[in-house]
């Protein structure tokens, strides 16, 4: 078979092809056109989209065979070196771009759109892109962009200019500034994992188990031995090392070896000359079981102690004294669901042995140094012996924090000496990634007649999965917000995690918080209804002020924002006007607030280095350990770095996430980042900028005293003019073989690992600190809903955020409208779901994602309260805004309809049962 075609206006001839290659793979493993992206390749995510024919289209819907005479246009044909596409540009300048990976499939569908029409509506832009996912920036600014874009292409701009992208001067904390990374990642540029290739390379597959539960009886891999392009086939006696890896307890084997615990255990790697071949050998695999009772649920596993993972307790003061002096004591249980995360990058690695017996793993892991850690004793090297080079990372949201494909790859390098590629097929990151737990928690809370709270307890059980995971840390951080932002005089807070016959449950976005979010902030708006009382006025009278006691003890003295959170979702609610109702709709509004750590805290080590370097011509390098995963940390420590340095941001270049090149900066999670490692680029500013002066008034014969150093150039004393610039200064340092380098480490705030306050209370302030800091919010959701299908549309958000000063504005704005939108997802649709032995979630299409057309007006109150120890009184605050949405969506049904739902998601079934409690017979 031969068929022509046209790719980016270049023409090519295909023969001898397999019937069913599908365009994305061509695009992909033929012509190496890796900006278009293989998120699922089952059509239900975007990223792969090119335009066909003047279409937008799913390349990986569309076969080859059948594409004869026809002209494809992929990303790639939108820039080039000097310039790029107005769709490029505004979707990195209006903040569209974060971890990057939908980002080419959203320009291509948005270039076919514009094509026809140059000024569209809202509406017609979301019905443009309602077939492709973004897990991170909430739609609002992707909608922005393409509305951006279609401006300059009406004012008739084709193209813009590379070099006028970037601001060639200082920028100062608190901008909106481009994203360092996002020109490279709207153009596809950037390379992730899975778009990487290597000579030689070998292809790694994982035999998995299809049941929850079973002993393994016998495996036959003889077959997938001698089949072609094998190399080898790998079972648990052949791994060198331990057969167990974990975060905190190493429970989970590499291969099964023996039982296998939950549906995707792994039990055989095949690595073979492709991926195709390693797939074949992977059906040639019999094994037989005996299938054993699988224990799925409270009940069961609470019969058994050993099914315990963990136990955590908190609390403070008198409780019997609490529950005596409250007029009135409300009593609920409620219950979450496991959540999938739904990264739009699939889970990718390349491990490479060199000679010299190095194993360099190529991977987007949230914790590089952590990784070198868990790999080391299964294949039995010492740890100096392996590096992590850090990759672009398509979303991880606590996802990317647990081993997935590093230990198989790197154990196929080291055993066939060949570089091995392993990439989670979408089916399979769904089925054996660890998800958010699912809860059932019990609350009882008591107030007095005056409306204040006196007494609050929470009994939380966490369904985890078949190997711990950090669920111990995930529980221990519900026990330490599980009451809310508020200062309570008696507070017992109990939970235990469970091993399950389930997928793991690890970090998720807010960390054990979203779910006593929904619990803690369902108590505060139940009884405020109780006392006939205003839920944001409820909230006030009882709000967590500066040295006033969480339920753990700790009293923050700085940078409490919640109560100015809460004024101002109060003030901007005063303003707003509801939508007209339509008939058989009801309107509710709903109301949460909560708060979060900043940092590991808990007595914790939580520090971080940074290195920087001034090059001959005149840039700066600057070295962090940090892992930007769409949230926007490299941008916002050059952003930093260019503020006190004074140095033009387009002249800087960050380096991130690589052990053996850039300083360590621990695990990039706990919203720790800005304070931790901004703290180290602030330090280290200063200290470049000392030895900069320094060595310039050597050369000059200029009095350091007097020397400043502002847009790149030097200044003695008042004069206005500058005696001379960075430009000749890095010339003179080049030719006088002068290096101006530094390293700095910051090590953040002391804390305790206090969770239960003394009855005299603690001895001193640092003994009772939890964590360094806390971000604070509150959230209103506006909905109307269906008395007749229960079909909840969301109309308007309106979330208050307390994020310490902002670093830069667009990037606090853009992890706002993502969490909101998370948020949503969490509280109406989403679910990950186990039934017996199958996944029935198991694909984008049924994990109940927010899309396009689902996201609300969202209006972003930016609260500043700015952190004493912070960098610039900047804080942490990426993970909050998802924590509002299931407490604040229930309180608007109930405000529509009166019926509370207890039970996460609220989907259209839960809330017409509800509604049917509360007829009346003959209704």
Same mark, same amino acid.
């Given at each position: 078979?031969?068929?022509?075609?046209?790719?980016?206006?270049?023409?090519?001839?295909?023969?001898?092809?397999?019937?069913?290659?599908?365009?994305? /793979?061509?695009?992909?493993?033929?012509?190496?056109?890796?900006?278009?992206?293989?998120?699922?390749?089952?059509?239900?995510?975007?990223?792969?989209?090119?335009?066909?024919?003047?279409?937008?289209?799913?390349?990986?819907?569309?076969f080859l065979k059948d594409l004869n005479g026809a002209h494809i246009s992929t990303l790639e044909s939108l820039s080039d070196e000097k310039s790029v596409h107005p769709l490029i540009y505004s979707f990195a300048k209006e903040g569209a771009v974060q971890c990057g990976f939908c980002t080419?499939?959203?320009?291509?569908?948005?270039?076919?759109?514009?094509?026809?029409?140059?000024?569209?509506?809202?509406?017609?832009?979301?019905?443009?892109?309602?077939?492709?996912?973004?897990?991170?920036?909430?739609?609002?600014?992707?909608?922005?962009?393409?509305?951006?874009?279609?401006?300059?292409?009406?004012?008739?701009?084709?193209?813009?200019?590379?070099?006028?992208?970037?601001?060639?001067? %200082?920028? /100062?904390?608190?901008?909106?500034?481009?994203?360092?990374?996002?020109?490279?990642?709207?153009?596809?540029?950037?390379?992730?994992?899975?778009?990487?290739?290597?000579?030689?390379?070998?292809?790694?597959?994982?035999?998995?188990?299809?049941?929850?539960?079973?002993?393994?009886?016998?495996?036959?891999?003889?077959?997938?031995?001698?089949?072609?392009?094998?190399?080898?086939?790998?079972?648990?006696?052949?791994?060198?090392?331990?057969?167990?890896?974990?975060?905190?307890?190493?429970?989970?084997?590499?291969?099964?070896?023996?039982?296998?615990?939950?549906?995707?255990?792994?039990?055989?790697?095949?690595?073979?000359?492709?991926?195709?071949?390693?797939?074949?050998?992977?059906?040639?695999?019999?094994?037989?079981?005996?299938?054993?009772?699988?224990?799925?649920?409270?009940?069961?596993?609470?019969?058994?102690?050993?099914?315990?993972?963990?136990?955590?307790?908190?609390?403070?003061?008198?409780?019997?004294?609490?529950?005596?002096?409250?007029?009135?004591?409300?009593?609920?249980?409620?219950?979450?669901?496991?959540?999938?995360?739904?990264?739009?990058?699939?889970?990718?690695? *390349?491990?490479?042995?060199?000679?010299?017996?190095?194993?360099?793993?190529?991977?987007?892991?949230?914790?590089?140094?952590?990784?070198?850690?868990?790999?080391?004793?299964?294949?039995?090297?010492?740890?100096?012996? &392996?590096? &992590?080079?850090?990759?672009?990372?398509?979303?991880?949201?606590?996802?990317?924090?647990?081993?997935?494909?590093?230990? *198989?790859?790197?154990?196929?390098?080291?055993? #066939?000496?060949?570089?091995?590629?392993? #990439?989670?097929?979408?089916?399979?990151?769904?089925?054996?990634?660890?998800?958010?737990?699912? #809860?059932?928690?019990?609350?009882?809370?008591?107030?007095?007649?005056?409306?204040?709270?006196?007494?609050?307890?929470?009994?939380?059980?966490?369904?985890?999965?078949?190997?711990?995971?950090?669920?111990?840390?995930?529980?221990?951080? %519900?026990?330490?917000?599980?009451?809310?932002?508020?200062?309570?005089?008696?507070?017992? &807070?109990?939970?235990?995690?469970?091993?399950?016959?389930?997928?793991?449950?690890?970090?998720?976005?807010?960390?054990?918080?979203?779910?006593?979010?929904?619990?803690?902030?369902?108590?505060?708006?139940?009884?405020?209804?109780?006392?006939?009382?205003?839920?944001?006025?409820?909230?006030?009278?009882?709000?967590?002020?500066?040295?006033?006691?969480?339920? #753990?003890?700790?009293?923050?003295?700085?940078?409490?924002?919640?109560?100015?959170?809460?004024?101002?979702?109060?003030?901007?609610?005063?303003?707003?006007?509801?939508?007209?109702? +339509?008939?058989?709709?009801?309107?509710?509004?709903?109301?949460?607030?909560?708060?979060?750590?900043?940092?590991?805290?808990?007595?914790?080590?939580?520090?971080?280095?940074?290195?920087?370097?001034?090059?001959?011509?005149?840039?700066?390098?600057?070295?962090?350990?940090?892992?930007?995963?769409?949230?926007?940390?490299?941008?916002?420590?050059?952003?930093?770095?260019?503020?006190?340095?004074?140095?033009?941001? /387009?002249?800087?270049?960050?380096?991130?996430?690589?052990?053996?090149?850039?300083?360590?900066?621990?695990?990039?999670?706990?919203?720790?980042?800005?304070?931790?490692?901004?703290?180290?680029?602030?330090?280290?500013?200063?200290?470049?900028?000392?030895?900069?002066?320094?060595?310039?008034?050597?050369?000059?014969?200029?009095?350091?005293?007097?020397?400043?150093?502002?847009?790149?150039?030097?200044?003695?004393?008042?004069?206005?003019?500058?005696?001379?610039?960075?430009?000749?200064?890095?010339? /003179?340092?080049?030719?006088?073989? &002068?290096?101006?380098?530094?390293?700095?480490?910051?090590?953040?705030?002391?804390?305790?690992?206090?969770?239960?306050?003394?009855?005299?209370?603690?001895?001193?302030?640092?003994?009772?600190?939890?964590?360094?800091?806390?971000?604070?919010?509150?959230?209103?959701?506006?909905?109307?809903?269906?008395?007749?299908?229960?079909?909840?549309?969301?109309?308007?958000?309106?979330?208050?955020?307390?994020?310490?000063?902002?670093?830069?504005?667009?990037?606090?704005?853009?992890?706002?409208?993502?969490?909101?939108?998370?948020?949503?997802?969490?509280?109406?649709?989403?679910?990950?779901?186990?039934?017996?032995?199958?996944?029935?979630?198991?694909?984008?299409?049924?994990?109940?994602? +927010?899309?396009?057309?689902?996201?609300?007006?969202?209006?972003?109150?930016?609260?500043?309260?700015?952190?004493?120890?912070?960098?610039?009184?900047?804080?942490?605050?990426?993970?909050?805004?998802?924590?509002?949405?299931?407490?604040?969506?229930?309180?608007?049904?109930?405000?529509?309809?009166?019926?509370?739902?207890?039970?996460?998601?609220?989907?259209?079934?839960?809330?017409?049962?509800?509604?049917?409690?509360?007829?009346?017979?003959?209704?």
């Amino acid at each position: 078979m031969k068929i022509e075609l046209t790719v980016n206006e270049k023409n090519y001839i295909c023969e001898s092809f397999d019937k069913g290659l599908t365009l994305l /793979s061509y695009l992909r493993e033929v012509l190496h056109l890796t900006a278009v992206k293989n998120g699922c390749n089952e059509g239900h995510c975007g990223a792969c989209t090119v335009i066909l024919d003047g279409k937008a289209v799913l390349a990986c819907r569309k076969f080859l065979k059948d594409l004869n005479g026809a002209h494809i246009s992929t990303l790639e044909s939108l820039s080039d070196e000097k310039s790029v596409h107005p769709l490029i540009y505004s979707f990195a300048k209006e903040g569209a771009v974060q971890c990057g990976f939908c980002t080419p499939g959203f320009i291509m569908s948005s270039k076919a759109l514009l094509d026809k029409n140059t000024n569209p509506d809202d509406k017609e832009i979301r019905k443009a892109l309602t077939r492709n996912i973004c897990r991170c920036t909430g739609y609002v600014k992707i909608i922005d962009a393409v509305k951006s874009a279609a401006e300059l292409m009406r004012n008739d701009t084709s193209r813009v200019d590379r070099s006028t992208i970037f601001p060639d001067r %200082s920028v /100062s904390v608190g901008e909106s500034v481009i994203r360092i990374d996002s020109i490279e990642k709207a153009t596809g540029e950037t390379l992730f994992a899975d778009d990487m290739y290597m000579k030689n390379m070998l292809h790694a597959k994982v035999f998995r188990s299809p049941y929850p539960h079973a002993e393994i009886l016998e495996i036959d891999i003889s077959r997938a031995v001698e089949s072609k392009g094998v190399v080898r086939v790998l079972l648990a006696d052949d791994i060198p090392g331990e057969n167990r890896f974990g975060p905190i307890k190493k429970d989970q084997p590499v291969l099964s070896d023996g039982l296998v615990l939950y549906i995707g255990d792994a039990i055989a790697a095949v690595y073979a000359d492709s991926e195709a071949e390693a797939d074949a050998a992977l059906d040639k695999i019999r094994v037989k079981y005996k299938v054993l009772p699988s224990v799925t649920e409270i009940s069961d596993a609470l019969s058994d102690e050993k099914n315990i993972i963990a136990r955590m307790e908190s609390g403070r003061g008198d409780l019997k004294k609490g529950f005596n002096n409250a007029d009135l004591i409300l009593e609920e249980e409620f219950h979450t669901q496991y959540v999938e995360h739904g990264y739009l990058e699939p889970e990718s690695c *390349i491990a490479e042995l060199n000679p010299a017996g190095v194993l360099t793993v190529y991977i987007a892991s949230q914790g590089p140094p952590m990784d070198i850690h868990e790999i080391a004793p299964v294949i039995n090297f010492p740890p100096e012996k &392996i590096r &992590i080079s850090g990759m672009p990372m398509g979303g991880g949201f606590g996802g990317k924090e647990d081993i997935s494909v590093q230990i *198989i790859a790197s154990l196929g390098a080291v055993l #066939t000496g060949r570089p091995v590629k392993y #990439t989670y097929t979408r089916k399979e990151s769904i089925t054996v990634s660890g998800k958010r737990n699912a #809860t059932k928690m019990k609350y009882r809370l008591g107030v007095d007649v005056q409306g204040k709270i006196t007494a609050v307890t929470s009994d939380i059980t966490a369904k985890g999965g078949a190997y711990a995971s950090v669920e111990e840390a995930v529980i221990l951080r %519900s026990v330490s917000f599980a009451a809310g932002p508020y200062t309570i005089p008696a507070a017992s &807070i109990k939970a235990r995690a469970l091993y399950l016959n389930h997928a793991p449950a690890c970090a998720m976005r807010g960390f054990g918080n979203p779910t006593v979010s929904f619990g803690s902030e369902m108590m505060m708006n139940m009884m405020a209804d109780s006392l006939h009382l205003d839920p944001i006025e409820f909230r006030l009278m009882n709000v967590l002020e500066p040295g006033k006691p969480t339920i #753990t003890g700790d009293r923050p003295l700085s940078g409490v924002g919640i109560a100015s959170c809460l004024k101002a979702l109060k003030e901007e609610l005063s303003r707003y006007e509801k939508p007209d109702l +339509r008939d058989g709709w009801e309107i509710g509004i709903g109301i949460a607030a909560s708060y979060k750590n900043v940092g590991l805290g808990i007595g914790m080590d939580d520090s971080a280095g940074a290195y920087a370097k001034i090059l001959p011509d005149g840039n700066i390098a600057l070295h962090i350990g940090s892992v930007d995963m769409g949230q926007g940390s490299n941008s916002a420590m050059a952003q930093i770095l260019s503020d006190k340095l004074g140095w033009p941001f /387009s002249r800087i270049k960050i380096y991130s996430a690589n052990t053996s090149r850039d300083p360590l900066a621990g695990m990039t999670t706990a919203s720790r980042q800005t304070f931790i490692s901004g703290n180290a680029v602030l330090k280290l500013a200063e200290k470049i900028k000392e030895e900069l002066i320094r060595q310039v008034s050597e050369i000059y014969k200029v009095d350091k005293e007097v020397i400043t150093f502002r847009e790149f150039s030097f200044f003695k004393g008042s004069d206005k003019n500058s005696f001379t610039d960075m430009d000749e200064v890095a010339s /003179s340092f080049k030719d006088r073989g &002068i290096t101006i380098e530094a390293e700095v480490k910051y090590a953040g705030p002391q804390t305790s690992f206090a969770l239960v306050e003394p009855e005299n209370g603690y001895e001193n302030p640092v003994a009772g600190r939890l964590h360094a800091a806390y971000c604070y919010a509150a959230q209103a959701t506006v909905l109307e809903v269906s008395r007749k299908t229960g079909r909840v549309n969301v109309l308007d958000v309106f979330i208050a955020s307390d994020t310490g000063r902002v670093i830069n504005r667009a990037a606090v704005e853009g992890q706002m409208e993502g969490g909101v939108v998370m948020g949503l997802g969490y509280a109406l649709s989403e679910e990950f779901v186990q039934k017996d032995d199958r996944i029935v979630t198991d694909s984008f299409a049924r994990l109940g994602i +927010r899309r396009i057309g689902q996201t609300p007006r969202i209006k972003c109150l930016i609260v500043e309260e700015p952190h004493d120890q912070g960098p610039y009184g900047a804080k942490g605050m990426g993970e909050l805004p998802l924590s509002m949405g299931a407490p604040s969506v229930s309180h608007a049904l109930h405000d529509a309809l009166g019926i509370w739902i207890k039970s996460i998601p609220a989907v259209p079934e839960k809330i017409l049962a509800e509604l049917k409690k509360t007829e009346k017979p003959g209704d």
